[in-house]
């Protein structure tokens, strides 16, 4: 399993697809409040970030205001992957009045999510500096915007683990029970699909050794104790990567990365996120 190790430019098709979702339900048939504005009205904002952040989904909020403004003026301070502090006004915009009151609110969602997510994300890949532990994401994602969200994880320094279910084979306890072992499931998996990377989710020592007797890719460690782990690497030996998940928070991802595990994988990178507060002002021309 090779996660992605950069923040590639974000695809432009599915960011439409995003939008037109996001309209779709705050649009409707109509914004019945920009209507109290002229027609011909200008405007221009400025957007300030009041939270300490890293910056993610400025594509989708620019995406936002030039789907009902395609001239929109927007002048970006700062770029996705970039540190900001309290009070920094990280964009101004211009265009007509009517189109910047109703293109707002999504456009703010997106990137105040997806700032919040790379901003954690962040906290998580500066408590393992020192090691060689890659931080991944799950598949803990906002329904509809698993995309979007792992590329706020790679704005963040942190790695992509598979994009679903298609990508990558991940044998856990449910599939191991109704293969009826640990190298049934692996086998089976093999036949079916030796295209693709293949993990196994162990929850013991017994259990890791049955995983690195049928060959897989890699082994995750399902809520190891933290001797269990130094245990988990010296027996493993190098010959399988390791990656660890469960019990994982900004308290005890250092030690864990400190036994020699090669991946940490924590879903609270895209579940447990609190929004960045923005706040954009706007003035008529």
Same mark, same amino acid.
């Given at each position: 399993?090779?996660?992605?190790?950069?923040?590639?430019?974000?695809?432009?098709?599915?960011?439409?697809?995003?939008?037109?979702?996001?309209?779709?339900?705050?649009?409707?048939?109509?914004?019945?409040?920009?209507?109290?504005?002229?027609?011909?009205?200008? !405007?221009? %904002?400025?957007? *300030?970030?009041?939270?300490? &952040?890293?910056? =993610? +989904? $400025? @594509?989708?909020?620019?995406?936002?205001? #030039?789907?009902?403004?395609?001239?929109?003026?927007?002048?970006?301070?700062?770029?996705?992957?970039?540190?900001?502090?309290?009070?920094?006004?990280?964009?101004?915009?211009?265009?007509?009045?009517?189109?910047?009151?109703?293109?707002?609110?999504?456009?703010?969602?997106?990137?105040?999510?997806?700032? !919040?997510? %790379?901003?954690? *994300?962040?906290?998580?890949? &500066?408590?393992? =500096? +020192? $090691? @060689?532990?890659?931080?991944?994401?799950? #598949?803990?994602?906002?329904?509809?915007?698993?995309?979007?969200?792992?590329?706020?994880?790679?704005?963040?320094?942190?790695?992509?683990?598979?994009?679903?279910?298609?990508?990558?084979?991940?044998?856990?306890?449910?599939?191991?029970?109704?293969?009826?072992?640990?190298?049934?499931?692996?086998?089976? !998996?093999?036949?079916?699909?030796?295209?693709?990377?293949?993990?196994?989710?162990?929850?013991?020592?017994?259990?890791?050794?049955?995983?690195?007797?049928?060959?897989?890719?890699?082994?995750?460690?399902?809520?190891?104790?933290?001797?269990?782990?130094?245990?988990?690497?010296?027996?493993?030996?190098?010959?399988?990567?390791?990656?660890?998940?469960?019990?994982?928070?900004?308290?005890?991802?250092?030690?864990?990365?400190?036994?020699?595990?090669?991946?940490?994988?924590?879903?609270?990178?895209?579940?447990?996120?609190?929004?960045?507060?923005?706040?954009?002002?706007?003035?008529?021309?």
């Amino acid at each position: 399993m090779s996660p992605v190790s950069s923040f590639a430019a974000p695809d432009a098709a599915q960011i439409a697809i995003d939008i037109e979702r996001a309209f779709a339900e705050d649009l409707g048939s109509g914004d019945a409040t920009a209507g109290l504005l002229p027609a011909d009205a200008r !405007a221009h %904002a400025a957007l *300030t970030c009041r939270d300490a &952040a890293v910056i =993610a +989904g $400025t @594509a989708w909020f620019d995406a936002c205001f #030039r789907r009902l403004d395609p001239t929109v003026q927007i002048d970006w301070q700062v770029g996705d992957g970039d540190r900001v502090r309290p009070g920094t006004v990280i964009c101004h915009l211009s265009g007509h009045a009517r189109s910047l009151v109703t293109a707002e609110r999504p456009a703010l969602n997106f990137l105040q999510l997806l700032s !919040a997510t %790379a901003t954690v *994300t962040a906290d998580y890949v &500066a408590a393992v =500096a +020192g $090691t @060689a532990v890659r931080v991944l994401d799950t #598949r803990k994602t906002i329904p509809g915007l698993r995309l979007a969200q792992k590329y706020a994880v790679r704005c963040g320094g942190g790695h992509n683990q598979r994009m679903g279910l298609y990508d990558a084979i991940l044998i856990k306890e449910n599939h191991i029970i109704a293969a009826g072992s640990i190298a049934a499931a692996v086998q089976a !998996a093999r036949q079916l699909h030796p295209e693709l990377p293949l993990e196994v989710e162990v929850e013991n020592l017994d259990e890791l050794a049955q995983a690195l007797d049928a060959g897989t890719d890699r082994i995750m460690l399902d809520n190891f104790e933290l001797a269990q782990m130094v245990e988990a690497v010296r027996y493993t030996a190098g010959r399988t990567p390791l990656e660890v998940s469960g019990n994982v928070d900004l308290g005890t991802i250092g030690e864990f990365a400190r036994t020699g595990v090669d991946f940490i994988s924590i879903g609270a990178l895209t579940k447990h996120v609190r929004a960045v507060d923005l706040s954009l002002r706007l003035q008529l021309d």
